[in-house]
């Protein structure tokens, strides 16, 4: 599967900003739909998964803010970002993969999406 990050760009602490990941195929039977994102000079980060069977799970620095998502109609995970900090600019990426056992296994891996956080 083949996917693409949107939504991305510049935009002021407290802000929001809603990131799509469009998919070139059906996405209804991907067990994990995930988010990663990696800071300048930092590791990439998992931070939030949406699994097939609705649940979902997010990194604790994230958690409270952000909102994950997946409409199989649309072949589109969304990632709704509230109450921006500084610290969570990064490249965000979406991955098709498995979650299991507590632990998330990514495949196909999209082109990143740059998120500025800055005044």
């Known amino acids: 599967v083949q996917l693409q990050a949107s939504g991305g760009g510049l935009v002021q602490p407290g802000g929001s900003l809603r990131l799509s990941c469009q998919a070139s195929?059906?996405?209804?039977?991907?067990?994990?739909m995930a988010w990663y994102r990696q800071g300048p000079g930092k590791q990439r980060e998992l931070v939030a998964v949406?699994?097939?069977?609705?649940?979902?799970n997010y990194a604790d620095s994230v958690k409270d803010r952000f909102t994950i998502s997946r409409d199989n109609a649309k072949n589109t995970v969304y990632l709704q970002m509230n109450s921006l900090k500084p610290e969570d600019t990064a490249v965000y990426s979406c991955?098709?993969?498995?979650?299991?056992?507590?632990?998330?296994?990514?495949?196909?891996w999209g082109q990143g999406t740059l998120v500025t956080v800055s005044s």
């Open positions: 991955t098709a993969g498995l979650y299991y056992n507590l632990n998330y296994y990514p495949g196909s």
């Open positions: 195929r059906s996405i209804s039977t991907i067990n994990g």
């Open positions: 949406a699994t097939i069977s609705g649940g979902t």
